[in-house]
């Protein structure tokens, strides 16, 4: 299938979009993340023993806020995306995602890699998230390592600390694995 010239724009657009989502994430810039997201996005992810649903702006920035705070580390890499327009400002797009996430309070590892399914709407011009959904190909929990040293973390002082956070687990459903 050829582009138009216009198409690839846009392709580039969401593909910047989706690298400034991870972005936001890891290093908790919350004003980059703020206007990523449809009024009414609708989120889904599925990991190894939990399941988030959320709907809307509001409940997804809390929800990330929340968990990639001050206690955290965290990175997230976006791979080859493959993005199809299913109007001129609509597109639905799948990313291979490659992840680590460190909680220091509670002492775990975690890292893995996930099938993002996302939709985007432009609205006013610009492109956003009005779904998005993750599905873990696999995920690995593991204690932390005794004697590792955690250097540098940006989300330590740009997250929340813990006087700033609220109980989020209302979005969450725990599964245990069977």
């Keep these: 299938m050829a582009y138009t ?9 969401i593909k910047v979009l989706k690298a400034r989502y991870f ?11 703020e206007g990523m997201f449809t009024d009414d996005v609708n989120v889904e992810y599925v990991g190894g023993d939990y399941h988030v649903r959320l709907k809307g702006a509001a409940a997804m920035m809390e929800f ?6 001050s206690g955290t580390l965290g990175m997230h890499h976006g ?42 709407l432009r609205e ?8 998005t959904v993750y599905d873990r190909v696999m995920e690995v929990t593991e204690p932390l390592h005794e004697g590792a040293r955690y250097v540098v973390s940006r989300l330590a002082t ?7 956070r609220r109980d989020i687990s209302h979005l969450i459903t725990w599964e245990t694995l069977g």
Aim: net charge negative; no cysteine; charged share 25%.
């Design 5 to 13: 010239l216009q198409q690839l724009s846009d392709l580039e657009e």
């Design 158 to 164: 740009a997250g929340l600390k813990p006087e700033q």
């Design 79 to 120: 791979h080859t995306p493959e993005i199809a327009f299913t109007g001129p400002d609509s597109a639905e797009g799948t990313w291979y995602l490659e992840d680590i996430f460190i909680n220091l309070e509670e002492e775990f590892h975690t890292f893995g890699s996930a099938i993002y399914r996302d939709v985007y």
């Design 124 to 131: 006013g011009g610009t492109w956003r998230i009005s779904s």
């Design 64 to 69: 990330l806020a929340n968990s990639f705070h």
């Design 23 to 33: 972005r936001g994430i890891d290093t908790a810039d919350w004003a980059l993340l």
